[in-house]
């Protein structure tokens, strides 16, 4: 299809997008990820798997004892979490529509965000898209599933995790396939991802 954005090009421009983010995160999150409750409850986790490796509890009780450590956890970094998932909203989808559908990394690999129609992008195509994309409902639908409990959360969270992985698989596959390119999220939100640079090839042609 014409100006289909290639997979390699979506995945570096994912991999830059990620690693910016990654940064910002850890940045404005540290000083809630390495308070003495995360810094003991993290060293407690390591005692955990050692003993289990040293044969001093059996499995039964090293997934307990796992369980129960990481729902502390979940707890003790939930400020922080609230916070990654505000940084994500606000470059993917904030910046993002504001930015005529591309974020630094598509801006590097020359893609961008488009409705499939052909109108104009709007927040709401954006919201449904990203939403779904980089996993933001999924890190919200866990943040909320910490509120009710560590069995809740343990099952819950196993189950969103699961469904997460069904769509990249999912999406990776129509990507891959499909002539137009388009994903799960895609097709939800009715977008696409184009290669603006062969646009700029094909002027440069026309041009000369």
Do not use: W
Not at 42 to 61: A, G, L, M, P
Not at 63 to 87: C, H, M, P, R
Not at 96 to 107: E, S, V
Request: aromatic share 10%; proline share 0%; glycine share 4%.
């Amino acid at each position: 299809m014409k100006n289909k954005a290639y997979f390699v090009q979506r995945l570096a421009a994912y991999i830059v997008d990620i690693m910016l983010i990654s940064v910002i995160s850890s940045l404005l999150t540290y000083p809630f990820t390495t308070n003495d409750t995360v810094k003991k409850l993290n060293e407690q986790s390591v005692e955990v798997v050692q003993s289990y490796i040293d044969q001093k509890i059996d499995i039964t009780k090293y997934l307990s004892q796992s369980l129960d450590l990481s729902y502390e956890q979940a707890k003790a970094t939930g400020f922080a979490n609230i916070i990654a998932i505000v940084i994500l909203v606000l470059y993917f989808i904030v910046f993002q529509i504001y930015q005529d559908g591309q974020t630094l990394g598509k801006r590097l690999m020359k893609i961008r965000i488009v409705k499939n129609d052909g109108s104009s992008l709007t927040m709401n195509n954006m919201i449904i898209r990203q939403l779904i994309n980089h996993f933001i409902l999924a890190d919200i639908l866990v943040a909320i599933i910490t509120l009710f409990g560590r069995d809740f959360y343990v099952y819950g969270s196993i189950v969103v995790e699961v469904v997460q992985y069904i769509i990249i698989i999912a999406t990776l596959f129509m990507i891959i396939i499909r002539k137009d390119g388009r994903g799960i999220a895609d097709c939800i939100a009715g977008t696409k991802v184009i290669n603006i640079g062969q646009e700029v090839k094909e002027e440069e042609v026309c041009e000369s």
